[in-house]
């Protein structure tokens, strides 16, 4: 079982900028794509951001121009640079990695346990 461990989240203001970190353990042979969903009560889980192992990202139509996918592949971490907040950013934020956990290997998808953010108004 791969963890991947989530931070950054908390409250902040409208128009504020955060930035969340997801790190993997070192023990794995390598990532493919590296996403952050989010998700708020009653609804699905969305897409805000990927980036794939050549370094290709999509973003939502939503935070496209205020957010920033990244990666550290040395780390094995990805990062979402938000700015520009807005009250409808509010929601937990899920990291997920598509891993491959040894050569020749299959490759799996994990998820963090999700970080809380809150943009006040």
């Known amino acids: 079982q791969v963890q991947l461990v989530e931070s950054g989240g908390g409250l902040v203001q409208a128009g504020g900028s955060l930035r969340l970190s997801c790190a993997a353990p070192?023990?794995?042979?390598?990532?493919?794509?590296m996403a952050w969903y989010r998700q708020t009560p009653g609804k699905q889980r969305e897409l805000v951001a990927v980036?794939?192992?050549?370094?290709?990202?999509n973003y939502a139509d939503s935070v496209k121009g205020r957010a920033t996918i990244s990666r550290d592949t040395a780390k094995n971490t990805v990062y979402l640079q938000m700015n520009s907040l807005k009250a409808e950013d509010t929601a937990v934020y899920y990291c997920?990695?598509?891993?491959?956990?040894?050569?020749?290997?299959?490759?799996?998808?994990?998820w963090g346990q999700g970080t809380q953010v809150t943009v006040s108004s």
């Open positions: 997920n990695a598509d891993v491959q956990l040894r050569r020749g290997g299959p490759q799996y998808r994990y």
């Open positions: 070192g023990s794995i042979f390598s990532i493919n794509a």
């Open positions: 980036i794939r192992s050549g370094g290709s990202t």
